[in-house]
């Protein structure tokens, strides 16, 4: 089935490490975007990319870090220099063009122990 | 830049009508969204409404866009307990997606 596969589900990160969530996807999408969610608060984008080998930061970029040497892939770094990374994060990804419909992960739950 | 603002909390009845605010402030956006997210889950897209659009009816779901306001509202008819969930309001404009903080609804048997 097609869809959108984020890993690990839970994660579990000591102070001062880094950790990187997975984000595959078998839609052909072009586009891949990482947010980041924390309670009673909305989805802020962390990263985003509409092509292979590019990708922009979004509005709370710093401590994160991002690749995207494949269309299916677009995995996520969350360094030590993120001061609060404990959250729920979310990948999304829709083919380029007005109107396509967003797909998202299931998510992955992080926190710092 | 892309905003939008979201009221937090609303209980209803099963069977009621329940209506979910959301105001934005790109007026270049294309598309405006629902999505629904229930506990621990990723976002399920529940509809979608291109912004030359009035209005949008799809089964229990009804859209309105007021373009003028930069108002979008969701009417979610006959509401059941399935319906209990967090829904967020988003405005897709310069290939980015702006989410809204959300509004739980709470439905009450």
């Known amino acids: 089935d097609g869809g959108i596969t984020q890993s690990p589900k839970y994660l579990f990160r000591k102070e001062g490490q880094n950790v990187t969530l997975s984000c595959e996807q078998n839609?052909?999408?072009?586009?891949m975007y990482w947010y980041r969610q924390d309670p009673g608060q909305g989805l802020r984008l962390i990263y985003y990319?509409?092509?292979?080998?590019?990708?922009q930061k979004g509005d709370i970029a710093e401590g994160y870090s991002v690749s995207r040497e494949k269309k299916e892939s677009f995995p996520l770094t969350v360094t030590s220099a993120q001061k609060n990374p404990t959250a729920f994060y979310l990948c999304?990804?829709?083919?380029?063009?007005?109107?396509?419909?967003?797909?998202f992960g299931e998510g992955s739950w992080l926190t710092v122990v | 830049g892309e905003d939008v603002e979201q009221s937090l909390f609303l209980s209803v009845r099963e069977g009621d009508s329940s209506v979910i605010n959301c105001t934005y402030t790109?007026?270049?956006?294309?598309?405006l969204y629902w999505y629904k997210q229930e506990p621990g889950a990723g976002l399920q897209l529940l509809t979608y409404?291109?912004?030359?659009?009035d209005m949008k009816q799809d089964q229990r779901l009804t859209v309105l866009l007021n373009k003028k306001d930069k108002h979008l509202s969701l009417r979610i008819a006959d509401t059941q307990t399935g319906d209990s969930a967090i829904y967020f309001c988003?405005?897709?404009?310069?290939?980015?997606?702006?989410f809204g903080k959300g509004n739980q609804v709470v439905v009450i048997p």
């Open positions: 999304a990804s829709h083919l380029q063009g007005a109107g396509n419909t967003i797909y």
């Open positions: 839609l052909n999408h072009d586009a």
């Open positions: 990319s509409q092509i292979v080998n590019d990708f």
């Open positions: 790109d007026s270049s956006s294309t598309y």
């Open positions: 409404i291109f912004s030359n659009m």
């Open positions: 988003a405005e897709k404009g310069n290939n980015r997606l702006a």
